[in-house]
């Protein structure tokens, strides 16, 4: 079955980039989807389609996809974007998830 | 504006079959395109993957979990209904239903429910 791997963690300084990568063999050639959840609440769709923002998603989340790496780029961290990001595509009819990173705003 | 939230029982027993049921607002399992599909979380875990139906009563379902999966939808009611057989304490987690999102490489989920945790134990 088809895999995606992402880092348990990425930290990163407040007001600087923070870019969490998803890994998935062939991932390029999917279309790869983010969401946000933050602790106790759902999860929010942040990119889609490799790097689309949803309406209300603010321009500091963008999205690429290449290769066999995907990554969610967040420019100007606040500490209100510390949360667990998830990567996911579709394989063979399936939906996979990645593991999840938890992004914290130091 | 488009909203799903999840209901069922809060606590089952293991073995028994867990019926949950999704209720679809602002939008009709009948209209074309439409997709709903389940995800699960548990505790302290990652997103997990269960099932989704279509408008045109297609369905999909995690290989790993099929055995034990339905998903059907009930127009009438515009509602949408998952049931998990054989339950286990590992099934205990918060379950999610979501709307589809179309794309032309697989697609996303774009309105989520609440969630509702379900606890399996005797």
């Known amino acids: 079955s088809y895999e995606l791997t992402q880092p348990l963690s990425v930290s990163v300084a407040l007001g600087q980039t923070a870019r969490i990568t998803c890994g998935g063999n062939n991932i390029g050639s999917k279309n790869v989807h983010w969401y946000q959840q933050k602790p106790g609440q759902a999860p929010v769709l942040v990119i889609y389609?490799?790097?689309n923002r949803p309406s209300g998603i603010p321009e500091r989340f963008s999205g690429s996809n290449s290769g066999n790496t995907a990554t969610l780029t967040i420019s100007r961290a606040q500490a209100g974007d510390e949360a667990d990001y998830y990567c996911?595509?579709?394989?063979?009819?399936?939906?996979?998830f990645g593991g999840g990173t938890k992004l914290t705003v130091l | 504006q488009i909203t799903v939230k999840e209901s069922g029982p809060t606590l089952v027993k293991p073995t028994q079959t867990l019926t949950l049921t999704c209720t679809l607002s602002?939008?009709?399992?009948?209209?074309?395109?439409?997709?709903v599909g389940w995800i699960r979380q548990p505790p302290g875990k990652a997103l997990e993957w269960l099932a989704i139906?279509?408008?045109?009563?297609?369905?999909r379902y995690s290989p790993s979990l099929k055995s034990r999966l339905t998903i059907t939808k009930d127009t009438s009611k515009n509602q949408v209904v998952l049931t998990l057989t054989n339950m286990d304490p590992m099934d205990t987690a918060t379950y999610y239903c979501?709307?589809?999102?179309?794309?032309?490489?697989?697609?996303?989920?774009?309105?989520w429910g609440q969630g509702t945790l379900v606890t399996v134990s005797s």
């Open positions: 139906i279509y408008w045109d009563d297609d369905k």
């Open positions: 996911q595509v579709w394989d063979n009819s399936a939906v996979v």
């Open positions: 602002g939008f009709s399992i009948r209209t074309s395109g439409v997709g």
């Open positions: 979501a709307h589809r999102l179309k794309s032309p490489r697989g697609d996303s989920f774009d309105y």
């Open positions: 389609r490799d790097s």
